[in-house]
T-cell receptor
Framework: EPEVTQTPSHQVTQMGQEVILRCVPI?????FYWYRQILGQKVEFLVS????????KSEIFDDQFSVERPDGSNFTLKIRSTKLEDSAMYFC????????????FGEGSWLTVV | DAKTTQPTSMDCAEGRAANLPCNHS???????VYWYRQIHSQGPQYIIH???NNETNEMASLIITEDRKSSTLILPHATLRDTAVYYC????????????FGQGTRLTINP
């Protein structure tokens, strides 16, 4: 069964450093998403992306964050100048544009900022 | 997106059917009911979704009331591996509509 893959599975970074989280969505999907989950809290929406543009973003997704689809397969989340409170599990997800349009999630990238 | 209400936690014996309720009284006509689950801190796993008819797949069954204001997810023969947080979410199927997660129901399957 096709799946969303994410790398790295776990990253430790120093406060103030830049981090790039990578995702390979399911191959025929064209809607992409990033979510995050702080330990013990709800899964929170960050951003959706379609046709090389941000479709929607939450209040969390401020200027510190950016997304990019650098080639035909990868979808990345960049976090500039990381803060302690950015420590969380980050989930990438994707869906088709028509038909069932079900969103499928990757296994996540656990980011620890120290 | 319409909001949903779910019990905070539930227990079920292994081998029995687990019935997880969800209220979504403000659901609109173009919104589907989706169920996901999250085991530990893994990525949310899609289970099933429906609009107004009952649905069944290899994982579960979804029963939606006629007025669509509530639904029940049924795991027919629960196993220990079904222990997870289950999320009921209403969402339009139009465009890149996001999923909005609540607190879900923490289902514990007991041996």
């Amino acid at each position: 069964e096709p799946e969303v893959t994410q790398t790295p599975s776990h990253q430790v970074t120093q406060m103030g450093q830049e981090v790039i989280l990578r995702c390979v969505p399911i191959s025929n999907h064209l809607y992409f998403y990033w979510y995050r989950q702080i330990l013990g809290q709800k899964v929170e929406f960050l951003v959706s992306f379609y046709n090389n543009e941000i479709s929607e973003k939450s209040e969390i997704f401020d200027d510190q964050f950016s997304v990019e689809r650098p080639d035909g397969s990868n979808f990345t989340l960049k976090i500039r100048s990381t803060k302690l409170e950015d420590s969380a599990m980050y989930f990438c997800a994707s869906s088709e544009t028509t038909g069932r349009n079900t969103i499928y999630f990757g296994e996540g990238s656990w980011l620890t900022v120290v | 997106d319409a909001k949903t209400t779910q019990p905070t936690s539930m227990d079920c014996a292994e081998g029995r059917a687990a019935n997880l309720p969800c209220n979504h009284s403000t659901i609109s006509g173009n919104e589907y009911v989706y169920w996901y689950r999250q085991i530990h801190s893994q990525g949310p796993q899609y289970i099933i979704h429906g609009l107004k008819n009952n649905e069944t797949n290899e994982m579960a069954s979804l029963i939606i009331t006629e007025d669509r204001k509530s639904s029940t997810l049924i795991l027919p023969h629960a196993t220990l591996r079904d222990t997870a947080v289950y999320y009921c979410i209403v969402r339009s199927n139009q465009g890149a509509q996001k999923l909005v997660f609540g607190q879900g129901t923490r289902l514990t399957i007991n041996p």
